[in-house]
């Protein structure tokens, strides 16, 4: 598993709430990271509200949860897979474990536990949970 520079896992607090979808993300990311020789790169997971409008997120990202991680294969420009062959490959796993994967902008997959809306019901009531 290779992590971007500055990419980071959630705040103990969350951890605590979402230990079960953290555990369903990282069982899937390391299959395939296992199938895959360890170039499962993470791009994001946790992002504080600065840091994801730096990154252009929606304003209630999952990745303000850390209920999101964003991945590549390989550290660009040696990319393994590019978006549409990883995407149709993470899909049937994805589903296996209840999750959901869309393309995201920046050529990363992004795969989130929670139903989408969600993070939006969640953070109306528990903003702290944003980190
Ligand atoms: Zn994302």
């Given at each position: 598993m290779i992590w971007k520079a500055g990419a980071h896992g959630p705040p103990n607090l969350n951890r605590f709430y979402f230990g079960a979808e953290y555990n369903r993300l990282f069982s899937l990311l390391a299959r395939l990271d296992g199938r895959l020789g360890g170039q499962v790169r993470i791009t994001a997971w946790h992002r504080n509200p600065a840091e994801n409008r730096a990154a252009g997120?929606?304003?209630?990202?999952?990745h303000l949860l850390g209920t999101a991680i964003d991945f590549t294969l390989g550290t660009p420009p040696g990319s393994l897979l590019l978006q549409p062959q990883l995407f149709a490959a993470v899909v049937p796993l994805a589903r296996e474990r209840g999750l959901a994967a869309v393309k995201s902008g920046s050529g990363a997959v992004h795969l989130q536990a929670?139903?989408?809306g969600t993070a939006e019901r969640l953070l109306g009531f528990a903003p702290w949970l944003s980190g």
């Open positions: 997120g929606e304003r209630f990202s999952q929670l139903p989408f």
